[in-house]
């Protein structure tokens, strides 16, 4: 059983870059063939995909966070980190990180049936 769980923190300034860590467990993220996905659901609003980081280290990022998105990983640790740049309120959501067999984009509705997930991290961007 693979499990995931985020961490970092629950308050950003506007500008900073958010940093999240997703730690994984149970599974290699390298051996492991998933797809390990971002996803963010801001208050009130639907599931955004924000990017992913494939087992053979390949990214991939939604357009629309794409000139502020940054998603590595740390094999050593068996953990995968997303980076965020120029936060705004916005940004404001809770951030979940998934394992799947590809991209999850468009999430699946209220993340159903995705293989691991992680119980998600509410980031609150403000001054």
């Known amino acids: 059983q693979v499990q995931l769980q985020e961490s970092g923190p629950g308050l950003v300034k506007p500008s900073q870059t958010l940093s999240l860590t997703c730690s994984v467990a149970?599974?290699?993220?390298?051996?492991?063939?998933?797809?390990w996905n971002w996803i963010r659901q801001p208050p009130g609003k639907g599931l955004e995909w924000v990017g992913a980081?494939?087992?053979?280290?390949?990214?991939y990022s939604s357009p629309s966070l794409k000139s502020r998105t940054s998603i590595s990983r740390d094999t050593s640790k068996n953990q995968f980190v997303l980076q965020l740049s120029s936060m705004t309120p916005e940004d404001t959501a809770v951030y979940y990180c998934?394992?799947?067999?590809?991209?999850?984009?468009?999430?699946?509705?209220?993340?159903?049936?995705?293989?691991?997930r992680g119980k998600g991290t509410l980031v609150t961007v403000s001054s």
């Open positions: 998934a394992a799947e067999t590809n991209c999850l984009d468009p999430p699946t509705p209220d993340l159903g049936g995705i293989h691991y």
């Open positions: 149970g599974g290699s993220i390298i051996t492991s063939h998933f797809y």
């Open positions: 980081i494939v087992y053979d280290g390949s990214t």
